[in-house]
């Protein structure tokens, strides 16, 4: 039998680790040498505020005094979390075997009903990795490869369940033009017979819509779940999200944009710098490729300085780290930003492209990208420049949880 | 008489780009970085023929009255760089019919004029070991390069005469690479069997060798190379058994050997530095991609130089890119190594795990005048390469766009370029 003082201590216990989540999320002042809040100029001998999982103040350390109890911590460079705007990670694993790639099904070229929450695992090694190297919020999902390979999503980096980490379950729907989808599927065999097979899908999806919009539900068609989503692409709740790199691809993805009025996020587009213009009178972003990708076959044109050209012809760009099929098993969007920076971007563009912009872009910069009073509390933690590649990445808060804390 | 002085005067402007080549050339004003001692600063670095003749501060170098002078002030020099382990110039090695080809040679095969080499000129490389892939137990004989300007295999080699000398190492692999459907392994200890075996035959060979009773036979005169330690084995090795498996292998048969990636180098670093077996590693930018590599660290050159075990990086191009080379030293650095043992581990270490020590990996009198001409310090993100040499000739100049190209990347540079990558072959 317990007795009751064994009970109590019991109680006691239960009460104590019921706490210790809130007294993560509790309050903490970070002071930065540098801050870069991407809201204004960077603060030098700045402080952040967290508290209760968002920013409760930013500013230099002579305008803001540390309340009592908020834990303190210092580093040399402080930023916003960053952003990796087009991964596959959570759905592709790190061990690479048959278990753990659902990036991308096969079966047929034109999925657009695979959604990714039914396949992210939010405890992923690589996911892990990724929040490590301060790298909080992910836009991930199904890869390219597929005329319409499925849905994609944005989570923290952060969370045991996708529940938990999913902050937009159904961001957009990632499609891809060109020779990749022909070397997986035997149809379509052609570029010219993928695009066929993508705008037949699509004036489907068109009918689908039009017909769902009848006042009598009895007219409506029965419910489809391909068209339903793509017809979500059509009335312009989310992007269509193409991966292409070579220039016919890029100009047939403007081309169906323009066809079918849907918007459109260019995905990779390795040779975007022979079309600057055109993407720039486009208005649509493009979320380069990683400067890093092997240079072969499709990607042959990449270039260490495409994200330079795309910052001065204006037009709205990230980083991701993209898909990779081998080893590394996923680029790391800090270190793509730093190549980008060496070769001709500007330092602040780069953290921008890492943050802000990248908020900007997947439309979250209401609660993402900086460092401003009420945003969420995700803050990476630096001992040099950031883009340096011997500075480590040596602190990492997300929802104002201290997810990280040994240097990397 | 007019022919006769036309013809002179050919001969002359014929020879003026070797004259050219004779100039002595001095560097003047660089941050050194010799790998053999501490680095220079405002140092002289006198070429001439090829090789170094001169190294030292300013002011205690004498510069040859006839030497061009080059100022180089705020640049930091290093020497060429070399590359243990690399697949540039579309290298082949063996084919399916079997997992051990000895008597292949990746030097048929390798494509000089490939694209690909301007990458690893580009990259500060100058020193490369060509090898065939990793989904054999012995894919091949390898081959070492100097990237020298080039248009046929014999512009490049390190050895005399092809046909005759020893060109190269020869390659090995343990793991899940080479385990594939018969005639190929399909367990661990299934490979060390046909691996042991290869080398018991050899041995029987170099016995009838002695004997003059044996006949012509490329695999086995290529294996007693291997056992008479004048070929070294270069060994595709992860996982800590597997590396375990190499040191008990080469025990056993006594050749020279060299661990490649080594990526569980961090558990067994005592029993490596203990061997005395120099390791020639790759860092990645993440773990993974395939079970052997989920375990790989940043701190595995770390962990081997601090046991005084030797260690050396490799591109191992395409997986990471040659432009990129001094960044995976850097990223050492970032997990701790000392940037000292970080700049050898990218040029005379890997010198000495090719035999090529004699020749290049530091800024020595009489070595050959490969170097690289950095615009600052070697493991900042912000310093380029600028210029690389080889044997006082400039192979790369980034101030010359047709070159730069190579270092950036842009329309159609790599657009056929060789993307070896290990295991999808």
Not at chain 1, 217 to 244: F, H, S, Y
Request: net charge negative; proline share 5%.
């Amino acid at each position: 039998m317990p007795t009751l003082r064994t009970l109590s201590f019991a109680a006691l216990c239960a009460v104590l680790l019921l706490l210790l989540p809130l007294r993560a999320t509790a309050q903490t002042a970070i002071e930065g040498e540098t801050v870069y809040t991407m809201a204004g100029d960077p603060i030098t001998n700045g402080v952040v505020l967290l508290s209760d999982g968002v920013i409760e103040a930013v500013g230099p350390a002579t305008d803001i005094t540390i309340p009592e109890g908020y834990t303190v911590h210092q580093a040399a460079v402080v930023t916003p979390g960053l952003i990796d705007t087009r991964s596959v990670v959570g759905l592709a694993g790190i061990y690479n075997i048959d278990d753990d790639q659902d990036q991308l099904e096969t079966s047929s070229p034109l999925q657009p009903e695979l959604r990714a929450v039914d396949a992210y695992n939010a405890q992923e090694e690589l996911v892990e990795w990724l929040r490590n190297l301060g790298v909080t919020t992910i836009h991930t999902g199904h890869a390219p490869g597929a005329l319409i390979s499925g849905q994609t999503m944005i989570a923290k980096t952060h969370g045991r369940t996708v529940n938990e980490a999913v902050i937009d379950s159904l961001a957009m729907l990632s499609m891809t033009l060109g020779p990749q989808v022909s070397s997986t599927f035997d149809t379509p065999g052609t570029r010219s017979k993928g695009v066929s097979m993508l705008r037949t899908h699509l004036l489907e999806a068109q009918a689908y819509h039009e017909g769902m919009q009848a006042e009598d539900p009895a007219d409506r068609p029965r419910r489809n779940l391909q068209m339903e989503t793509t017809a979500r692409v059509l009335a312009g709740e989310i992007p269509a999200l193409m991966a292409v790199h070579e220039v016919p691809e890029i100009m047939t993805a403007l081309r169906l944009a323009d066809e079918f009025g849907f918007d459109l996020v260019l995905d990779g587009v390795a040779e975007s710098h022979q079309l600057l213009e055109e993407i720039q009178a486009s208005g649509f972003p493009v979320l380069t490729h990683a400067p890093m990708i092997r240079p072969s076959g499709p990607t042959g044109s990449a270039a260490f300085d495409t994200p330079a050209k795309l910052h001065e012809a204006g037009i709205p760009f990230a980083f991701q780290s993209g898909f990779e099929s081998y080893v590394p098993k996923t680029r790391v969007v800090l270190f793509e930003a730093a190549v980008a920076v060496a070769n001709g971007l500007p330092f602040e563009a780069g953290l921008a492209a890492l943050t802000i912009d990248a908020a900007e872009l997947l439309g979250l910069a209401d609660r993402l990208g900086s460092l401003e009073e009420g945003k969420d509390a995700d803050v990476v933690l630096y001992n040099g420049d950031p883009f340096e590649y011997t500075t480590q990445v040596c602190g990492v808060f997300i929802n104002g949880d201290h997810v990280r804390d040994t240097c990397l | 008489m007019r022919t006769v002085l036309l013809c002179l005067l050919s001969l002359l402007l014929a020879a003026a780009p070797l004259q050219g080549q004779d100039q002595p050339i001095a560097f003047e004003g660089a941050t050194l970085h010799p790998v053999a001692g501490p680095p220079i600063a405002n140092g002289v670095l006198v070429v001439a023929d090829g090789t170094i003749v001169a190294i030292g501060a300013a002011g205690e170098v004498d510069i040859p009255a006839a030497a061009e002078r080059r100022d180089v002030s705020g640049k930091v020099i290093i020497p060429g760089l070399v590359d243990t382990h690399s697949h540039i110039g579309r290298q082949q090695g063996g084919d399916r019919s079997s997992p051990l080809h000895p008597e292949v040679r990746t030097l048929d095969a390798i494509d000089v004029r490939d694209n690909s080499m301007m990458r690893a000129r580009a990259g500060g490389i100058t020193s490369v070991h060509i090898m065939s892939g990793s989904g054999h137990l012995l894919s091949g004989q390898t081959t070492y390069l100097k990237l020298r300007h080039g248009d046929v295999i014999t512009d490049l080699l390190f050895c005399d005469d092809p046909t005759t000398d020893i060109c190269g190492g020869i390659k090995m692999a343990n793991g899940t690479n080479p385990i594939r459907q018969p005639p190929f392994p399909g367990t661990r200890a299934k490979s060390a069997a046909l691996q042991r075996a290869l080398f018991v035959e050899a041995e029987a060979y170099r016995e009838e060798m002695a004997n003059g009773t044996a006949s012509r036979d490329l695999a086995n005169e290529a294996m007693v190379e291997v056992l008479n330690g004048d070929r070294i084995v270069h060994f595709h090795t992860h996982t800590h058994e597997d590396i375990l498996t190499v040191l008990r292998m080469r025990e056993e048969f006594g050749f020279n050997v060299v661990l490649h990636h080594v990526s569980e180098a961090w558990k067994v670093a005592d029993e490596i530095a203990a061997a005395g077996v120099p390791s020639s590693i790759i860092l990645l930018d993440s773990p993974g991609g395939k079970l052997e590599a989920t375990n790989i660290r940043w701190e595995n050159g770390r962990a081997l130089a601090e046991r005084g075990a030797d260690v050396a990086f490799h591109t191992d191009d395409l997986v990471t890119d040659s432009r990129l080379f001094l960044r995976m030293a850097a990223f050492g650095v970032r997990a701790g190594m000392d940037e000292d043992a970080a700049l050898e581990a990218l040029t005379l270490a890997g010198a000495r795990m090719l035999g090529l020590d004699d020749q290049v990996g530091s800024l020595e009198p009489g070595k050959d005048a490969d170097f690289v001409v950095l615009s600052g310090p070697p493991f900042s993100v912000y310093s380029l390469i600028e210029e690389t040499w080889i044997e006082g000739q400039p192979v790369f100049d980034r101030s010359d766009p047709d070159d730069a190209k190579f270092a950036t990347g842009g329309m159609g540079t790599y657009e056929h370029a060789s993307g070896h990558v290990h295991g999808q072959d």
